[in-house]
T-cell receptor
Framework: SQQGEEDPQALSIQEGENATMNCSYK?????LQWYRQNSGRGLVHLIL?????REKHSGRLRVTLDTSKKSSSLLITASRAADTASYFC?????????????FGTGTRLKVLA | DAGVIQSPRHEVTEMGQEVTLRCKPI?????LFWYRQTMMRGLELLIY????????DSGMPEDRFSAKMPNASFSTLKIQPSEPRDSAVYFC????????????????FGPGTRLTVL
């Protein structure tokens, strides 16, 4: 079955640096989304990129999608301590007539002040 | 809108007891999802509904788990009987359908229910 996997599993950077997280998946998808989860809280949607898009921006976030490599990356520029959280990619894929929604294993980002 | 509402926020119960988790999706949303999150298994999709109809329940662990959506504004996830391995945070999420794409759009998550089965 399809699985989203993020790498690295954990990332620690200094405030002001850029953070890059990667997501790989196994089957063809419709859309890929990135979510953030602060400790003990629900997930919050960051950005959605469709399978026919290659790059998308939202504020300090930049997402790329390479469907040929079945991978996506999330770049957070000029990181802040408040960006400390876990980041998940989520994919949907049509399997036997039903959409499957799968979240990756997540990257734990720590931004040091 | 108040967002997705889940209750209770915390539940502690003893093995063998019935547990019912509740969710109120955002008004007007077409999809409702139930997830379970643990350190070991991460975030797992249990079941999702589209227009109150269960579409994919392949993630439901076993017959002890059941979910219903009697109307567009309410869903329950029931565990009977509960076991210690069911301890996890259970999230409910809702979304709209992406126009022209046939799948769900951004999922809005509730705050979760932390379940502890002793």
């Amino acid at each position: 079955s399809q699985q989203g996997e993020e790498d690295p599993q954990a990332l620690s950077i200094q405030e002001g640096e850029n953070a890059t997280m990667n997501c790989s998946y196994k089957t063809s998808i419709n859309n890929l989304q990135w979510y953030r989860q602060n400790s003990g809280r629900g997930l919050v949607h960051l950005i959605l990129i469709r399978s026919n898009e290659r790059e998308k921006h939202s504020g300090r976030l930049r997402v790329t999608l390479d469907t040929s490599k079945k991978s996506s990356s999330l770049l957070i520029t000029a990181s802040r301590a408040a960006d400390t959280a876990s980041y998940f990619c989520a994919t949907d894929a049509l399997t036997s007539g039903t959409y499957k929604y799968i979240f990756g294993t997540g990257t734990r980002l720590k931004v040091l002040a | 809108d108040a967002g997705v509402i889940q209750s209770p926020r915390h539940e502690v119960t003893e093995m063998g007891q019935e547990v019912t988790l509740r969710c109120k999706p955002i008004s007007g949303h077409d999809y409702l999802f139930w997830y379970r999150q643990t350190m070991m298994r991460g975030l797992e999709l249990l079941i999702y509904f589209n227009n109150n109809v269960p579409i994919d329940d392949s993630g439901m662990p076993e017959d002890r788990f059941s979910a219903k959506m009697p109307n567009a504004s309410f869903s329950t996830l029931k565990i009977q009987p509960s076991e210690p391995r069911d301890s996890a945070v259970y999230f409910c999420a809702s979304s709209l359908r992406i126009q022209g794409w046939g799948s769900a759009d951004t999922q809005y998550f509730g705050p979760g229910t932390r379940l502890t089965v002793l």
